[in-house]
């Protein structure tokens, strides 16, 4: 009775944190999966411009935010151990210097995008309109740094509603502007994929200002430094947490260049296989960000279960979250089968794409059980403190999915297939190797000591209950 008590709090506890997250990245990836409907029925071609273009942007924006993981682990195992000092050091360190690095890749997307495309065997026909996108979308990341350092005092004060909000007013600012953009309504110029860029900038800032001034404005932040902290802060505090969140952020890039590798590789089969790869990917990342939140939920409560050393927390936390994941996997194989034509129909009119890509839907529902894996688990192992193993894993992962799809594509001669194949293969080892880690580190002495946690629990239950 006293575990079912302890999974059920766990439950809440994970659900208050991941809800609005998971509303939050839904309400994204639903914004940009309609900028993708937008694009491909304006122009066919728009959709690999798409393709070419936000993976290598993205990947360079998730380095902005993956580094303030590190920020994050600190500060929720110093809310575990009730350590208020060392939250407002780290807090006020990842506010007051985690801002240079956007700002110089601002100016890398803005000046130098060209020779990045011309690396990634982009040809002549979308060169300019991928630089055109890099451009009018490079602004965005002046606000990474700062949306990134406020994003985790949120997350590590249990209090993610404005996040939500916030994600809704962006997206349809941007669906809004987009349509506008993208078509030329209400008399303004036909930009295409121009429009989508300026259109997702400009709602960007506005919906910085919003957060903005919640942050400011906010009496429940609990690991929001203080004026004097902020003021006082170091760069060493920065670089140690910079430390940690540098393997994730490394974890991320080298996770990415494996895409950009492949879309590398889908340039070689023809010029529409990189849109094709795009929408498929674009339907799983609806699945993603709910995994991802519970991935980030994850962290959160394994960083304080490592912290007040509570092992029974770490478990069910990730136990809980992996469940949930589990079964989303299920619903995702089942719409693969069931719904191909009717989903791939949203977003392309080309009906030879729509004929023949079905099947790739169902391949991502089935890979999607050890994608998920990969997220819980390792969200776990970094909450414990070890953000090298997963970017030791990811080394391996990236040179494995590449040297797969090679051999698949251009030994095999599998093609498209061969690409997913070799994504499968890579998301199952890694899965089984990254579990075999995390239950080392649960029976690792060292880490936890197994503690009564009953009166924790309870006042977590009532707090919860409060917040929800």
């Known amino acids: 009775m006293k575990e079912l008590t ?3 709090t766990y439950f809440m506890r994970l659900l208050a944190l991941a809800v609005p997250l998971i509303l939050s990245n839904i309400i994204n990836q639903g914004q940009m999966l309609i900028d993708r409907i937008f694009l491909g029925h304006a122009d066919a071609l728009y959709m690999s411009v798409l393709g070419n273009a936000t993976f290598p942007i993205w990947t360079t924006m998730a380095v902005c935010f993956s580094i303030s993981t590190g920020a994050s682990i600190l500060i929720s195992q110093n809310v575990g151990a009730k350590n208020s000092e060392k939250v407002e050091e780290y807090a006020g360190s990842l506010l007051k210097y985690n ?4 700002i110089v890749l601002f100016f890398l997307w803005f000046f130098c995008s060209q ?9 002549d026909s979308l060169m300019p309109l991928c630089v055109d996108y890099a451009r009018y979308y490079s602004p965005v990341f002046l606000l990474s740094g700062l949306c990134a350092s406020i994003t985790v005092i949120f997350q590590t004060s249990n209090l993610t509603k404005h996040l939500a909000v916030w994600s809704f007013l962006r997206s349809v600012t941007n669906v809004f502007l987009d349509w506008v953009l993208i078509f030329g309504e209400f008399g303004f110029p036909k930009m295409g994929v121009k429009g989508a860029a300026l259109g997702t900038t400009i709602a960007e800032f506005l919906g910085g200002v919003y957060i903005a001034v919640a942050f400011i404005r906010s009496t429940r932040l609990t690991t929001r430094p203080k004026g004097e902290s902020l003021r006082k802060s170091k760069v060493t505090s920065y670089l140690h947490s910079a ?9 991320d890039f080298l996770w990415n260049i494996g ?7 889908l340039n070689t089969i023809n010029e529409l296989a990189a849109g ?3 929408i498929i990917f674009g339907v799983e990342l609806l699945a993603v960000v709910v ?11 394994t960083g304080e279960a490592t912290g007040r050393r509570d092992v029974r927390q770490f478990k069910g936390v990730c136990l809980i979250a992996y469940s949930i994941s589990f079964v989303l996997a299920l619903v995702m194989v089942a719409i693969g089968i069931l719904f191909p034509k009717q989903i791939l129909s949203v977003f392309t009119k080309d009906a030879s794409i729509i004929a023949s890509s079905g099947v790739y839907l169902m391949f991502v529902g089935i890979n999607f059980f050890s994608k998920s894996g990969n997220i819980i688990i390792g969200s776990g192992i970094r909450g414990s403190g070890d953000t090298k193993w997963m970017f030791l894993t990811q080394i391996f992962g990236t040179c494995f999915v590449t040297a797969a799809a090679c051999l698949f594509v251009f030994l095999l001669h599998l093609g498209f297939v061969g690409v997913f194949f070799a994504i499968m293969a890579d998301e199952g080892v890694r899965c089984l190797i990254n579990l075999v880690r995390y239950l080392n580190i649960c029976k690792n002495s060292k880490i936890f000591a197994l503690v009564d946690s009953s009166d924790i629990l309870s006042q977590e239950s009532i707090r919860t209950k409060e917040f929800l």
Do not use: D, H, K, Q
């Open 291 to 301: 995994v991802g939140s519970l991935g980030s939920a994850t962290l959160t409560l």
């Open 99 to 102: 801002n240079i690095l956007p």
């Open 115 to 123: 020779p990045v495309f011309v690396l990634m065997g982009v040809s």
């Open 243 to 251: 430390r940690l969140g540098i393997n994730t952020a490394l974890e």
């Open 6 to 8: 302890s999974y059920r």
């Open 276 to 278: 094709v790869y795009s």
């Open 259 to 265: 895409n950009l590798a492949i879309i590398r590789i």
